[in-house]
């Protein structure tokens, strides 16, 4: 046996030529290592075990939800292992639709139905690039300490500043925070922290929760959190925190605070949870959320 598979895949037979043969290969042709059945088994070999050894020592089992795979029941039997590896609160199983909607998984299985899928029908290619996308970033662990407001990750992010207000050198500004989820957290909910220094004074803010204060490099900052609970899919953009959002926060910058930022250079240090993939930190300078 090989030292484990990236991809699992669970179907049904007759979906074998037209999907999942097809997305195997394209997986494989993109350095995946994948578990199926035809290309596993030999002459002689239990069955049971070999489907078994595979459910064990697969990253993520990709299941193929169709008309013929909620009729049969070895793939039900699979499934069922694949559930057990989420006991322990990891994320395994990967679902596609193929020729059903969500209305069809729901009447079959409604914890499926709840789940973000891919789909048949945006081809076998796109398909398979998602799919890479979930092991490259269990591979390539972001760096934390890395000063950036953009992270190529499960998320893009995006962070900086609208002007409200200014008047001579008195600038009111509303922070913008945008994210873009790539893959994003099955049920929505994700938390977003950051730390505010108590020099650039709040002077309204919305929908926020501040949990404590700390100090970084000897500087005091407040620390702040936004909750996000609603449903956000694949490849969608939100305003998390902004003019255009229920969360936001106004600031004033004027030449003493310029003056203190220029010679302390402090940073808003943030991270992004989600709910089921890792923490996404790292941070932007004061320097380029203001206009001075």
């Known amino acids: ?92 199983i990967l679902p596609i639709w193929h020729n059903v909607d969500r209305q069809d998984v729901f009447q079959r299985s409604p914890i499926l139905a709840d789940r973000v899928a891919g789909n048949t029908r945006n ?45 001579s050198d008195l600038h009111i500004y509303g922070l913008k925070i945008i994210i873009a989820l790539i893959i994003p957290p099955d049920q929505g909910r994700m938390r977003f922290k950051f730390s505010w220094p108590q020099y650039i004074k709040i002077i309204d803010s919305q929908n926020l929760d501040e949990i404590e204060s700390t100090f970084i490099n000897g500087a005091e900052y407040r620390q702040i959190l936004v909750n996000w ?36 250079k402090c940073d808003l240090n943030y991270t992004l949870y989600l709910e089921d993939h890792l923490p996404i930190s790292g941070s932007i300078s004061f320097d380029k959320l203001n206009i001075f």
């Not at 043969?21 to 290309?39: C, F, H, I, T, Y």
């Not at 796109?126 to 998320?155: C, D, F, G, R």
């Not at 229920?246 to 310029?258: A, I, P, S």
């Open 1 to 92: 046996m090989q030292n484990g598979w990236d991809f699992f895949i669970c179907h049904a037979s007759e979906d074998k030529q037209d999907v999942v043969e097809p997305l195997a290969s394209e997986l494989r042709n993109q350095g995946a290592k994948v578990w199926l059945d035809s290309w596993v088994l030999k002459i002689g070999d239990s069955l049971s075990e070999k489907i078994n050894e595979g459910l064990i020592h697969c990253k993520y089992g990709i299941v193929i939800l169709s008309p013929s795979f909620f009729e049969k029941s070895w793939p039900q039997k699979e499934l069922s292992g694949l559930v057990q590896k989420e006991i322990g609160g990891q994320k395994v």
């Open 123 to 167: 081809g076998v290619k796109s398909l398979a690039i998602e799919l890479m996308e979930i092991i490259s970033i269990v591979a390539n662990i972001p760096n934390t300490n890395a000063p950036s407001n953009t992270v190529k990750q499960a998320a893009r992010i995006e962070i900086g500043f609208k002007e409200k207000n200014i008047i």
């Open 229 to 264: 609970e609603q449903r956000i899919f694949p490849g969608e953009t939100i305003e998390l925190l902004g003019m255009n959002s229920r969360h936001k926060l106004y600031y004033r910058f004027d030449h003493g605070t310029y003056n203190y930022q220029r010679k302390n």
